[in-house]
């Protein structure tokens, strides 16, 4: 097929009917197969049936270049056309009747005979050519002209081709990304809207206890201006008479603070509940109550610290407690917190590990699994591997048994690299891991987020004895609050 003629109908382009138009594909068709493909009802190129939304030829950039060395090619054609059809009349000297042309003389630009070059053109005068050789020399140049501009035009097609290869594949990325960004947004609208319901909660709850202070303000007054007049009176009527009132007011306040700790789940520690708490007969239990699950820690007395567990929903409680709501306890744990790890092995308990946590990301979020915060923690994990300088835990455990070791908190940034030294405690980078240095070495490491201040001699035991290291288990974890 001739590069220069319409792949589907055959016929030379032209600058007619037979116009060639470069559809969306980048291959080139004469307008009337365009149209004529069209008006049958099918919008596809029919060399490589690429879809397109052309309604009719005209619509179409025309490839000027292929029309143009079609249009060439036709002319070469008609002229040679023309002289085979009156080579009798045409290849024939005029000067000398019935000899053929055979020569160009290129000096006076004429066509002549043989005999014109023995007369009037001689070869020792004239720069004579043969004509043969003339028509093959511009037969080859314009092929050849054809032929560059043919390689061009495939060669910007394919590059054509290429860019909307790219173009798609740019768009196809894009449309996911949108896709992700879209899934992520919506995400953050849902987080957004949960946060917003517990930040109404915590309002109306805040008004309601607000309310309440002042209402108790009001009634310990009264009962104080009461007092006040007993202590002024100073008849037995008067003392008896106030002292009525006063019974009658604080069984008010009896009676109010009942509803308070009823109304808002509290149970105020008398002395009577400390003494109980010192005989252990009953026991002070810290309460967090959230998204409508309850979780409980343990407070207990160890090493002269006291101890707060991690908080878990599996506790339950005595009928004998004494509790206290988890912001009270949030207080004491702001500055410096203390985390202590309880570890065992096969049942037996090997010490306690105290750790002060720094205040970095990774650092919080390595107290909120010691204090259990976010129902995950490191309570009933093991050690994962260790070396000739450092113990590691590589996962903690969630709520249903099962164990993790993704971050539990988002956005985490790496902190800043400090040399390694005994007792120092870092972060495994982009998970809830760490590992506890046992030997120092002239290396840094990044996100350092507490250091042991007590129990070093323990994790060296565990570093250097004979134990299979994942035996060794966390058996108790959660923080140290400030005695007071």
Known sequence: MDALECSICLHNFDDKQHRPRVLPCGHSICSYCIDTTITAGSRRCPTCRTPHNVTQSTHLVINFSL??????KLSIESVERFQDSNASITNMCQIHSGVPLHFICTLHKVEICHSCTVLDHRKETCKLVSIKDEIKAKKDKILTEIETLTTVT????????SQIKYADNTITSHKQDIKEKESEVRLLLAEIDHLQQKVDVE???KNKISSAIFETDKKQQMLERVANKIAEASTLTSVSSACKVVKIKMAELQIWQNKIQESFHLKIITDMDLKKVKDKSISVYVLQDEDGIRRSAILSQHNEKTHMTALSKENELPEETANLPIYDIYQQIKTNPEVFLTLSIQDMILGTVYITVNDTPYGKQFLALAL???GSSYKGSSFSDKSDHVITVRHYMTEEGSQEKACIMRNLEDGDSAVTKAGMVFNICGSAGFHIIT????QSWSTCIGEVTSGMNIITQISCSDYLITDVKLCEVGVVLNNK
């Not at 029309?67 to 060439?72: K, P, S, Y």
């Not at 495939?154 to 081709?161: D, R, W, Y």
């Not at 030997?439 to 002239?442: A, C, D, E, P, Y």
Request: charged share 40%.
């Open 67 to 72: 029309e143009e060395a079609a249009l060439q």
């Open 154 to 161: 495939n060669g910007a097609i394919t590059e054509l081709k």
């Open 372 to 374: 259990g915060s976010h």
């Open 203 to 205: 309002e109306d709850k």
């Open 439 to 442: 030997k120092g070495r002239s």
